[in-house]
């Protein structure tokens, strides 16, 4: 038998057979989106299809799963994120030296009081192809404080009013990296962030590539609709600011209902894993000046349609 290698770049190089047949338990956490899994090792869970399907399969179900006492290596980090695709690095957020797509959010009170956390946002929606979903692991957190939020945006379209569906059906938006990210940056230097991720467009109702819902898909980094100033919309010019903003402005606030959320209390090694492309998410930055450090997989998705 292989003894175990437990240093924090190295996978296990032997693994029992019972644990990589254990079953799941699920626990939903909200009757809308969220459930907690249990006896599961997530460190040795990529190595097992069968239960990599049952997780993905979990994830369409609930779109955020939870799981805690995850106590794995970056390396087995990174293996189970990569099972469900390419891992992505972040122009902005810096990773893991030795584990590209390993991205440090690290807090405390010598860094800044960035104020990319305390918003309703899905990841990177800057980007062309947007993520398909992400895996944040808790390194160290503060006692109390710290949770996060995600929403289920599929039950948020959903529950919308006809008139309104019919009036976003074909509406598209810009996203933006600059006017978030890069907004507190020097000029040149938000502009040339712009050039190298210029503003993407996608569609204001997204259709899930595998389970087919229709999903709300605006967020903290919608800036303007590309296509609302036609004659369905616009009697006369005054109507397009007003009338545009307006509409955007509603479409946000339906991150904010209660009734589509679930929100997570982080413990050392607790793992966050969600679907990207169906949620929306707020980290709540109420903390200071207590450390606060997570790693996140994020992992490369598709256009959206």
């Given at each position: ?87 992505e690095d972040h122009p902005v957020a810096g990773s893991d030296p030795d584990h590209p797509g390993l991205v440090r959010i690290y807090k405390s009170p010598d860094t800044p009081n960035d ?191």
């Amino acid at each position: 038998m292989t003894t175990t290698d437990l240093s924090p770049d190295k996978a296990p190089a032997y693994v029992p057979a019972a644990v990589l047949n254990s079953t799941p338990r699920v626990e939903p956490l909200t009757c809308a989106i969220g459930a907690e899994v249990s006896n599961v090792n997530l460190g040795v869970a990529s190595r097992d299809s069968d239960l990599m399907t049952e997780i993905r399969a979990l994830l369409l179900k609930h779109k955020v799963l939870f799981f805690r006492d995850q106590d794995f290596t970056r390396a087995e980090h990174v293996a189970f994120a990569s099972y469900f695709g390419e891992l992505e690095d972040h122009p902005v957020a810096g990773s893991d030296p030795d584990h590209p797509g390993l991205v440090r959010i690290y807090k405390s009170p010598d860094t800044p009081n960035d104020r990319y956390e305390n918003a309703w946002h899905t990841d990177a929606t800057w980007r062309e192809k947007p993520p398909f979903g992400c895996v944040l692991r808790c390194v160290e957190c503060p006692p109390v404080g710290g949770d996060t939020t995600w929403v289920n945006m599929a039950l948020a379209y959903e529950k919308l009013p006809d008139h309104i569906k019919n009036q976003i059906a074909s509406l598209r938006a810009r996203h933006s990296i600059e006017a978030t990210f890069g907004a507190a940056m020097p000029t040149e230097k938000r502009h040339a962030l712009k050039a190298q991720f210029p503003d993407a467009e996608h569609p204001v109702v997204r259709t899930h590539p595998e389970t087919g819902e229709k999903i709300l898909f605006v967020n903290a980094f919608t800036t303007h609709f590309t296509n609302f100033h036609t004659p369905e919309n616009v009697r006369f010019g005054q109507d397009f600011a007003p009338g545009s903003a307006l509409l955007l402005n509603y479409l946000l606030s339906q991150a904010t209902i209660p009734e589509y959320q679930v929100r997570w209390r982080f413990k050392k090694n607790s793992i966050a894993f969600w679907d990207n492309r169906s949620t929306q998410h707020y980290a709540v930055h109420d903390y200071w000046p207590a450390e606060w450090k997570m790693q996140r997989a994020g992992i490369k998705g598709n256009a959206a349609f």
